[in-house]
């Protein structure tokens, strides 16, 4: 309780409009299923929050010995209310008895349940609950409950609300949702994000994974041993009967049978197709799988995964849930990690621009409308990375999460496109050439073809192709006049915190944000940049700046000693 009640002294949490609870915009966020209306129920936004490190501080909570009473041992969703008393309300989409308890310095806020009893609450209001209408001053008779540190049950259908208080008061409400709207691979996810759910009787002894890893190999049995395997496994989240092996024959077979992992193979069509190779083994993997279905590839040269410092507490289990989970929320149907593989150009955001999706490590939601390579399976896979991105990013969009990514390394063995193409630079060129430029014809608003480039391409946005100018050469840059030097600017300092602005309007707007309480705050529900007016928060949501270096806000940072040893 005492790291959570630190995270919400520290954090800002976003505001909703409660209206059954609140004449006013509330501080009260959900986890879980959550009733998202026209798309039946699903996983709400605010799971995701602080990179899923809320949720586990709740999760934490069930855990905390400190508290009095029973802990509830089944729960799908949970929320949390932060200084706010909720008037007369009752809760139609709970199932069964919800758990309720609070934490922090307040005197008051007890817990008014109608029944029979010997308190009393006056209405203050008048109210409709659910049909039934409350005049203003009725006398409504109940008990009241102290719920600071201890558990209490309560029937969420039953009449209910907070008395007034005065000081720091958070609760926390355990619920469930109703059973008949969790479908089957809402409980995997569910029970994938740490949530406990009723065993039935009859259900498998595990509980299915809502994503399959998929490894696509050739002849590299001893590579994906001690590098790729090795990433995967060695934190101990992923479960080895989640990961499959895509191989090209029966001798593959022979030698990957050693590592006890799920293995396909069509060795009828790698003899009828002598180019069977990578494209082929991926679209092999995703025959007989569902519709809507999570799929991780992971290229079998991988030999490590960076994170940032800030996130080093997740697990691989944790960044993969997180992957398709923002996917899920931003109703795209490919992500992936970082582009680059070194680890100093990690960045704390997640971007839908127009970019690579690199092939190291990448997920996908199966469905039949998705875009397929066209041009990169003519020579064998080259250049597979670039026309999957753009394809995507053409039809629907793409995530990546910038503050990890994948690390491989070309190993000179036998299999995949270097047997293809037989270590000849120009030819690996040639082909690679072959579909960039196929691309550019394709998409000239979005593409280029830019030899000097590592890929031998650069991505451009639709909104700004008109205005590309073309790349300068190394002789123009050089001939290029120098700057004249510009008048020194004046400087204003904060007397408070000593920050340095050039302009007055910038000075006046810090002190207004950072150092007046009874200014207004609208804090960015992704990055927690706060801003004086709700515009300019849709605007900075909107245009998808979180991140940005001018004024970026520096989210907090747990301590590694708080999540030691807890698994989402």
């Known amino acids: 309780m005492e790291a959570l009640l630190a995270f919400v002294r520290e954090s800002s949490l976003p505001k909703t409009v409660r209206a059954d609870v609140a004449s006013e915009p509330v501080c009260s966020v959900t986890v879980g299923a959550v009733d998202k209306r026209s798309d039946g129920y699903g996983i709400s936004a605010a799971t995701l929050l602080h990179r899923g490190y809320f949720m586990r501080l709740l999760h934490n909570v069930v855990q905390d010995a400190g508290l009095r009473g029973s802990a509830p041992p089944f729960y799908t969703s949970v929320c949390l209310n932060v200084g706010f008393a909720a008037r007369f309300h009752v809760d139609s989409r709970n199932e069964g008895r919800s758990f309720i308890v609070s934490g922090g310095d307040y005197t008051g806020g007890e817990l008014f349940c109608e029944g029979p009893g010997d308190d009393v609450w006056h209405a203050e209001e008048e109210l409709n609950v659910q049909g039934r209408a409350i005049r203003a001053g009725a006398a409504v008779t109940g008990t009241d409950y102290d719920i600071r540190r201890s558990w209490f049950q309560f029937d969420g259908s039953i009449l209910h609300a907070v008395r007034p208080f005065a000081g720091e008061r958070v609760n926390i409400v355990y619920f469930r949702a109703p059973r008949q709207k969790i479908t089957a691979a809402l409980s995997s996810k569910l029970r994938a994000l740490g949530f406990p759910l009723p065993v039935r009787p009859l259900c498998a002894l595990r509980w299915p994974s809502p994503y399959h890893i998929y490894i696509c190999s050739t002849r590299r049995s001893g590579t994906i041993a001690h590098h790729t395997l090795r990433v995967l496994f060695q934190d101990a989240s992923i479960a080895p009967e989640d990961v499959t092996l895509c191989v ?78 923002t996917a899920e929320q931003e109703d795209v149907r490919l992500w992936g990690c970082n582009s680059s593989g070194d680890a100093r150009n990690l960045r704390d955001n997640v971007s839908h621009g127009l970019g690579l999706i690199c092939g190291y ?46 690390q491989a390394k070309t190993w000179c063995n036998d299999g995949g496109l270097q047997e293809s193409f037989a270590n000849d630079r120009r030819i690996r060129e040639s082909a690679h050439d072959y579909v960039v430029l196929g691309l550019c014809r394709e998409y000239p608003e979005l593409l280029i073809y830019d030899p000097s480039r590592p890929n031998r391409c650069s991505f451009r946005s639709a909104c700004s192709a008109a205005t590309v100018a073309p790349r300068k050469t190394q002789q123009e840059s050089k001939e290029r006049p120098p700057k004249e030097k510009q008048p020194h600017q004046r400087s204003l300092q904060c007397g408070l915190c000593e920050k340095v602005y050039r302009r007055a309007a910038d000075l006046r707007h810090h002190m207004l944000v950072q150092h007046t309480e009874s200014a207004p705050r609208h804090a960015c529900p992704n990055c927690g940049r706060l801003f004086l007016k709700a515009k300019d928060m849709k605007a900075h949501v909107r245009g998808m700046r979180c991140g940005s270096k001018r004024g970026r806000y520096r989210p907090w940072v747990p301590e590694m000693t708080e999540v030691a040893g807890v698994s989402i």
């Open 248 to 325: 090209r024959d029966g001798v593959d077979v022979g030698s990957y049978m050693q590592f006890g992992l799920n293995i396909i193979v069509d060795e009828v069509a790698a003899q009828e197709t002598p180019t069977f190779g990578l494209p082929e083994q991926r679209r092999l993997c995703l025959v007989g799988r569902s519709h809507g279905s999570w799929n991780l590839f992971v290229d079998d040269d991988v030999i490590s995964i960076h994170r940032l410092e800030s996130t080093e507490w997740m697990s691989l289990h944790d960044l993969i849930l997180l992957g398709f989970l």
């Open 361 to 406: 490590f990448w997920g996908v939601f199966h469905d039949a409308k998705n875009p397929t390579p066209k041009l990169s399976d003519a020579v064998q896979g080259a250049g597979e990375d670039i026309e999957r991105s753009l394809r995507f990013y053409h039809g629907g969009g793409i995530v990546r999460i910038n503050f990890a990514c994948a």
